[in-house]
């Protein structure tokens, strides 16, 4: 090859085999093996085709042997023999139908197998015919969701984006670098998407200013997380980081960064109204400065307050630059914009896991971990009987682990610890516990783990079932989506709000990145339905309690205050917040 692959290059041909392997009926671990592998290699902060050459591709996490002698083929050759051998057992557009959602490489070699379906197009023909229907386990729901995804192209690969952690990291990495590279007086900002504390993103922006501009942008070139540079002046430089992932480094003068970084901080929407009420003033707002008709003068600002100062708005925090209300919130004086939660107004967790189900450290790990993080009370809710994963808790264990988390609550001071658990909520609505055994708890979480593909009114009928159970705290990540892997099941927010409402059952803002369920949007929209928010870190090992974070920064998206958050009052108040108060 001309060029080293880039690291998403490689990615997407270890993903490709790991979907030829699974068509080929290869067993699960395998085609886990190079999905993961794929993962670790788009993430990976230096140019895995350079390590492969130097044998030491094994360096990253899921790569072994084999896996380094396929990537050193594919970086000499541009093929992966392997892949070759499989892509001929199988028509080449197959791979295509296996990228539909709801499909797979799996359920795509049924359709192949039981109706010659080779292709999006056929595939299209046969759910048209109603020909999908007859293949077990395939419904009329299913015809139409494929119906609907050709239709909005969704077969189509989308551009990659990353999760905001990762984001944030990758970012922090590139402004240490560049500030190492062009001196101690260079300032460098993160902006964009990622500054909004958005669930994903597909760039990273950033904003710096310095004596020597030109020097800070071909800074850019020197970086080890820099795959390619594709521009560089004075003004700035564009590159891509070893994933594929787009950097926009964007330098301006000190007097002028306010301006710069309020702009390439967003959203469009958010500018797009800034500019407009600006106009009515017979003022212009540009990255440049601010423009003023009326004298013909150009001011530029060293501070973002600056430049809301100078058309009269309080400053708005970039969570809530969204073009939902901010501008006219932040009018005279700011007095409609919230005081927005913070991490540290956060008094306790309500949602973690032990070794008892999935987690990876013991109840007094936790109660210890949680502590040291200035937490007045944790509760320990390990899944519970029937939750589809395995690791599950049954009746006779739940009774044993209220006794251990007594026991350690009594020798661990400084934080109350409660016996809880997160409660699968059957189809039905009704829980996997009896209520003798629930009523044992200091705390219920009830969450949906199976079943995902309900109508909307089966759904909420399962949950609402859910929330007026008079032992249920709060539901755990009520829609049910992975951010970027699975969309929420189907669900009538509204009606679900009004129900957690009027049953002072609280709603989880759940902070896994992966997650971040409710959603912004639909958090905002729970408060003023009058519902009551927890924000858990649902932590699988003492690290991911840290997890708390990314549940804030959703909550900050939503406009929330520590009054709209439950887990932010102290013991004394939160206790008797909860179903289970009992005087």
Request: hydrophobic share 40%; with cysteine; proline share 4%.
């Amino acid at each position: 090859m001309d060029r080293e692959p880039s690291n998403a290059v490689i990615a997407e041909a270890l993903e490709e085999l790991g979907n030829l392997y699974e068509l080929d009926g290869a067993i699960v671990h395998r085609v886990l093996a190079y999905r993961k592998a794929a993962r670790a290699v788009r993430e990976a902060p230096v140019s895995v085709a350079a390590l492969a050459r130097e044998g030491r591709a094994t360096e990253v996490p899921g790569i072994g042997k084999t896996l380094q002698e396929k990537i050193l083929a594919l970086a000499q050759t541009g093929t992966i023999p392997a892949a070759e051998k499989l892509r001929a057992k199988f028509p080449p557009t197959l791979i295509e139908v296996t990228r539909l959602p709801g499909l797979g490489p799996k359920r795509a070699r049924l359709l192949y197998s039981e109706l010659g379906i080779d292709s999006l197009q056929a595939l299209r023909e046969a759910a048209l015919a109603q020909r999908l229907r007859t293949v077990h386990g395939f419904s009329e729901k299913f015809e139409q969701g494929v119906l609907a995804a050709l239709q909005e192209g969704v077969g189509e690969r989308p551009a990659p984006r990353l999760l905001l952690p990762r984001a944030i990291d990758i970012g922090q990495a590139l402004i240490d670098g560049l500030r190492q590279q062009a001196g101690e007086h260079t300032r460098v900002e993160l902006a964009g998407s990622a500054r909004r504390m958005v669930d994903s993103v597909k760039d990273i922006d950033l904003v710096a200013s310095g004596p020597n501009p030109l020097q800070i942008s071909s800074s850019l070139t020197k970086l080890d997380l820099i795959e390619s540079v594709s521009s560089v002046s004075a003004t700035g430089a564009r590159g891509r980081i070893h994933s594929g992932l787009p950097v926009d480094l964007r330098v301006a003068t000190p007097e002028q960064f306010g301006n710069l970084l309020q702009h390439f901080t967003g959203s469009q929407a958010h500018n797009a109204a800034l500019r407009e009420a600006a106009v009515r003033r017979g003022l212009h707002v540009s990255e440049h400065g601010i423009l003023d008709d009326a004298t013909g003068t150009v001011q530029t600002c060293a501070s973002e307050q600056q430049v809301y100062e100078r058309l009269d708005l309080a400053y708005i925090p970039p969570e809530l630059r969204e073009d939902r209300g901010e501008l006219q919130a932040a009018a005279a004086d700011g007095k409609g914009l919230p005081t927005l939660i913070c991490e540290g107004d956060i008094k306790g967790d309500l949602h973690c896991h032990t070794v008892a189900s999935d987690g990876r450290n013991t109840i007094e790990e936790m109660a210890l971990a949680a502590r040291a993080r200035g937490y007045e009370y944790l509760a320990i809710t390990d899944h519970s009987a029937s939750h589809g994963f395995g690791n599950h808790v049954s009746a006779a264990t739940l009774r044993e682990q209220i006794e251990r988390v007594a026991d350690v609550n009594e020798r661990v001071e400084g934080i109350r610890l409660l016996a809880g658990s997160e409660v699968n909520i059957l189809p039905d609505g009704t829980l996997d516990y009896d209520d003798e055994l629930l009523a044992a708890l200091d705390w219920v979480i009830a969450s949906v783990h199976t079943a995902f593909s309900m109508s909307e009114q089966a759904m909420t009928a399962r949950v609402i079932a859910a929330i007026e159970h008079p032992l249920v705290d709060a539901i755990g990540h009520p829609t049910g989506r992975l951010i970027e892997r699975r969309a929420p099941y189907s669900l009538d927010l509204e009606a679900i709000f009004a129900a957690a409402a009027r049953t002072q059952t609280m709603i989880e803002i759940n902070a896994n990145p992966d997650r971040r369920d409710l959603s912004d949007v639909h958090a905002r929209s729970a408060v003023k339905a009058g519902a009551r928010i927890v924000i858990n870190s649902d932590a699988h090992r003492t690290e991911t309690l840290g997890l708390m974070r990314w549940g804030v920064a959703t909550a900050r998206r939503a406009w929330l205050r520590a009054a709209d958050v439950a887990n932010t009052q102290p013991w004394e108040r939160f206790a008797k917040l909860r179903k289970h108060y009992r005087g």
